[in-house]
């Protein structure tokens, strides 16, 4: 199948467009590492419809993303959200601390949000140490 880790990105945000019976193989398939023979006695159906389903579902998952582009658009996101935070760290130690205090808050704070938008995937520390 594709790549384990873009399919799990694409999973990330398109899963809710997806049915019940496709979220269950793709889980088990890519998240539960189990093999289309497990999954077909699992689910009572042949491997090759398990195998013929996860092709479907990938290729779903891909239209959906050409067409949305929320993966392409959550890295964007986080290359900027990163920049911004190396930025305030270089600014931080040249404003009075009242201003850096709030400044943190708000940064902790948009950090949650990014991590929120971008999937769960963002690498997002305490921005300033």
Do not use: C, N
């Not at 199948?1 to 979220?23: C, I, K, S």
């Not at 911004?84 to 040249?94: C, G």
């Not at 995937?121 to 300033?128: E, G, L, S």
């Amino acid at each position: 199948m594709r790549d384990v880790t873009r399919v799990g990105d694409l999973y990330a945000f398109y899963e809710p467009l997806l049915t019940e019976r496709q979220r269950q193989i793709v889980e088990l398939y890519h998240f539960e590492d189990m093999s289309l023979g497990e999954i077909a006695e699992v689910l009572s159906i042949s491997r090759q419809a398990v195998h013929d389903q996860l092709r479907r579902v990938e290729d779903q998952l891909e239209s959906y993303e050409a067409a949305l582009h929320l993966r392409e658009i959550a890295r964007a996101e986080r290359k900027a959200w990163e920049q911004m935070v190396s930025a305030w760290r270089e600014a931080s130690a040249h404003v009075p601390e009242q201003v850096r205090r709030r400044m943190d808050d708000a940064m902790r704070a948009m950090g949650a949000t990014v991590s929120i938008l971008l999937g769960g995937d963002a690498d997002v520390r305490k921005p300033v140490e």
